[in-house]
């Protein structure tokens, strides 16, 4: 239902190299920078498969905190994507394991990226 996503992050080039390490196990990265001569002078880019779904947009410091989900498709993404989050500087928010409450199969990872977003990463199958 989603067709893409954007949020805005207080130092793009440090949220540009959490994201660059975070979203690699997911098979995802960088894809397309923006020509600021578009924006305004402002940093924006979008990450994604095979096309821009997620934007990062510099701006001033969020003053409230987003949730964001992206699609792993195993359990074995999840995971690598937590131990990438972390290792770029990510807060842990809980790390990969099941959440049955939700529903049986639920796997889920959670990091808190530079600016305090909740970031996770789920697989809903059952491996």
Do not use: R, T
């Given at each position: 239902m989603i067709d893409h996503l954007g949020i805005t992050v207080s130092n793009f080039d440090a949220s540009k190299a959490f994201y660059d390490?975070?979203?690699?196990?997911?098979?995802?990265s960088l894809l397309?920078?923006?020509p600021t001569e578009y924006t305004g002078g402002v940093k924006?880019?979008?990450y994604g498969r095979d096309r821009p779904t997620f934007w990062l947009r510099e701006g001033e410091k969020p003053g409230h905190h987003h949730h964001?989900?992206?699609t792993a498709r195993s359990r074995a993404e999840?995971?690598?994507f937590y131990q990438a989050a972390i290792a770029a500087g990510g807060k842990d928010n809980g790390a990969p394991g099941l959440r049955p409450h939700y529903h049986p199969n639920y796997y889920g990872a959670f990091v808190f990226d530079p600016d305090g977003n909740n970031v996770e990463a789920v697989c809903h199958t059952p491996e």
């Open positions: 390490k975070a979203m690699a196990p997911l098979g995802a397309m920078l923006v924006v880019g979008g964001i989900a992206f999840v995971d690598a």
